[in-house]
């Protein structure tokens, strides 16, 4: 009878290590891929929301080039007439989404009121005075002050009649944006207002100085101040088309624009249908600054649950299902194939040592009872080595130290901290390696009343670098993914400026009634010119670029006199090296190389250009020496110099020291990169050494000819 009841429990075991271990196995899967699913859709949540906040940021950096260009305009004019502010303006209103008007605000003074108001009564506007609006939304005479801004032209006149001659400065908050762009002299942008005429949206006012010559301080601003062009945009047209321009899908993201800048419960500009409120929780959740205009507005998404019922996926639950069934049936198996204990005690020790989980057992003092052979596989002992000992030997400290406190404690008051529960822990291998492992322990019955305590151990090393890559993964896909709306937003800016310049201009010279005068045609022409040739310089990067990418950029080697290269280059840029009153210095020597000549040229103008663009004072200097069977040329100069975190990324595509559309340099930040596959090709290398405030030595090799 000992025997027969010695062996049911042992029976009794078996069954419930493989209940157990079944559904620690299907519990702990289920838990691992739903975790790597939800990192998956929080993933795809962040990349949409980088999408569209960068379509946001251009289309705002458009709004502001267009206002830009408009003062360019004014500031190449000694006086721009009604008409001429007209031509210059209907043709790009209607190419300009969220736009809704666009105004010249002089500034006038007290004494020249009287002949602002006639002057406008002449043109065509014979109700023409300064107005200002009164508490009961009425139009009156503006009262007598020091300095007044009225709407003077505006554009298009239609249903803003009642603007003209209004006084900005009769509005507290609109005098305040008035002297701020002023005192800053760039782009300012004003807090919130409401536009009635689009059905109650938000908008903002933007504002550009407009000044006599080009004063420096903000006294001379305030004496040399002539007016300010402002746009009028409507917030959500131009969110709107912002994402209608990326194609994006309704899929459920609940989103809006807050002014950070403005009184509380005064910042909202924008608000989709379905939007809540800022949620509580933030794992999917999107918050970034978008600078406009001197104000720090907040763009902050958050998903829906029609999002994420769209993106879930069901594989953990398959998973969990699938093991729990394989468990029951296997548990079902063993207990009705198995009517001889003996044969079911075999089973129970089969299945023990065939699991591919470590199972170990311990008694009520730690010491361990079992010890299966994929323990030993993971911890590097043997099976004699581990049986009879404490299990703290597989743990490192503080585990180690902790654990009989801890089992004293549970056998005390029975509190549970990990049994049944199962949790993350260190474990120690034979070599004193320490690795990570899922623990999940279960208490079971002993054969003399005595008390056993199971434990499944699962290997957890390949699921942590698993989620350590995933993670990287994803964050090297936001990086690549902000790169590239960085160079888009960059290569945006860089495109619109110089079509803004020639496409503002061509109003004024396609008008045969009324062409300018020969000095000022000729300040048009000069100014188009060089807009031209910089948007030609940025499609040959681009198409070089796309040439070298697909290997279809072929080249023509053959014998090169590099020093001749060398010379006509710098010829090229001396009179612009002279203009910024720099020094220039060629040392070279007779030596011949394989290329191809425009190729190298190429090279060469490249970074000699980058040598003048970035330097303000010293001297550049360009050096040709032999290094072997390689001949070396380096061009060094003594500007800005690169920071020591940027030097990795110069060579690299769409990498820029500074990537954003204000930055003083322009460029596509293509050059480099350019230059270093041309270089490659040619058989060299390049390299730059730099030290930031001091210059830089950019350094190339190319092979040389052996006839």
Known sequence: MTYVRKNTQWYSWGIKLVLLGGAALAVFGFFVL????????????????????????????LHKEFLLGLKGFFDAS?????????????????????????????????????AFEKKAQASGFPDFIFTQRTEQNRMVPVEERDAYYPVYYVVPLKGNETALGFDLGSSPTRLQTLKQARDLATSVVSPRILLIQKGNQAGVLQ??????????TVDERRKALKGFVLGVHRIGDIVDYSLMKINIEDIGID????????????????ESKS???????????????????????????????????????????????????ITLLLTLYIRQGSSDLRDTQGTTQAIVAS??????????????????????????YSSKEVVGNNVTMLMPDPYRSNHPQFLKNYLGTGLK????????????????????????????AGAQGGRRFVGMIVDITKRKQDEEMLIKAKDEAESANRTKSEFLNVMSHELRTPLTVILGYLPILMNKDKIPEAQMVAQIASEMDHSGHHLLTLINDLLDISKIEAGALDLDCQSLSISDSVEDVADMFRNKIEEKGLEIECRTIDALVF?????????????????????DKGKITIEVELGGRTVLVSVTDTGAGIGEEDLMQVFEMFRQADSTASRSAEGTGLGLAITRRLVEMHGGEIYVDSILGEGSTFTFSLPVYNG
Not at 207 to 216: K, N, S
Request: include cysteine.
């Open 417 to 444: 901290k990990i049994i049944g529960i199962g949790r993350e822990v260190r474990a120690l291998k034979k070599d004193n390696t320490e690795f990570p492992i899922f623990l999940s322990v279960s208490e079971i």
């Open 34 to 61: 739903r975790e790597a699913e939800r990192l998956d859709v929080r993933s795809v949540f962040m990349r949409e929301m980088d999408n569209r906040y960068a379509s946001l940021e251009r289309e705002l950096d």
């Open 78 to 114: 000694e006086y721009v007439s009604r008409h001429e502010f007209n031509e210059y303006v209907n043709p790009a209103l209607p190419r300009i989404e969220g736009l809704q008007a666009v105004e010249w605000i002089p500034y006038v003074s007290k004494r020249e009121r009287l």
């Open 207 to 216: 504002l550009v100085a407009v000044y006599e010559g080009e004063p420096t």
């Open 275 to 325: 939007w809540a409120g800022i949620p509580q929780s933030k794992d999917f959740y999107f918050e970034k600054e978008l600078k406009f205009g001197g104000r720090k507005w907040m763009y902050i998404a958050t998903p829906t649950q029609e999002f994420l019922r769209y993106h879930k996926s069901f594989k953990s639950y398959g998973v969990l299902a699938s093991g729990l069934i």
């Open 355 to 380: 699991s591919l989980h470590c199972i170990l057992m311990i008694d009520s003092v730690g010491k361990v009872l079992l010890f299966n052979p994929a323990a030993e596989k993971v911890f590097g």
């Open 255 to 270: 989103f809006c624009l807050v002014d950070r800048t403005a009184p509380e419960g005064e910042g909202v500009l924008y």
């Open 595 to 615: 290329a191809d000549q425009i190729r190298i040229r190429q090279v060469l103008i490249n970074l000699l250009g980058n040598a003048v663009k970035f330097t």
